[in-house]
Nanobody, 120 residues
Framework: QAQLVESGGGLVQPGGSLRLSCAASASIFSPDAMGWYRQAPGKQRELVARITRGGTTNYADSVKGRFTISRDNAKNTVYLQMNSLAPEDTAVYFC??????????????WGQGTQVTVSS
């Protein structure tokens, strides 16, 4: 039983859409932030989108206007709706959940990653 369970990746044509989901187990209690990172071949891991418990969002410039992150706090689940996908979006997408405990550094949980491939 993984603490972060991702789904929704796959192969899609340019211009298509995918919706990624990531469900955090109950043991990850009320994450302060959840989000998605991605890593493409030959590139560093980058933040795609992030959402705080209060609903504040942050997007990479490359995905603004195309991707939408949302969160269901009751379900500890985060979603990433990806529209107008381009080959440059091809990467392994990793779910992230962050918890902050007073007096300690933030702790990050990571999913195993799900492959998104955009190709004709």
């Amino acid at each position: 039983q993984a603490q972060l369970v991702e789904s929704g990746g796959g192969l899609v044509q340019p211009g298509g859409s995918l919706r990624l989901s990531c469900a955090a187990s109950a043991s990850i209690f009320s994450p302060d932030a959840m989000g998605w990172y991605r890593q493409a071949p030959g590139k560093q891991r980058e933040l795609v989108a992030r959402i705080t418990r209060g609903g504040t969002t942050n997007y990479a410039d490359s995905v603004k206007g195309r991707f939408t992150i949302s969160r269901d706090n009751a379900k500890n689940t985060v979603y990433l709706q990806m529209n107008s996908l381009a080959p440059e979006d091809t990467a392994v997408y990793f779910c992230n959940a962050r918890r902050v405990i007073a007096g300690w550094s933030p702790y990050d949980y990571w999913g195993q990653g799900t492959q998104v491939t955009v190709s004709s």
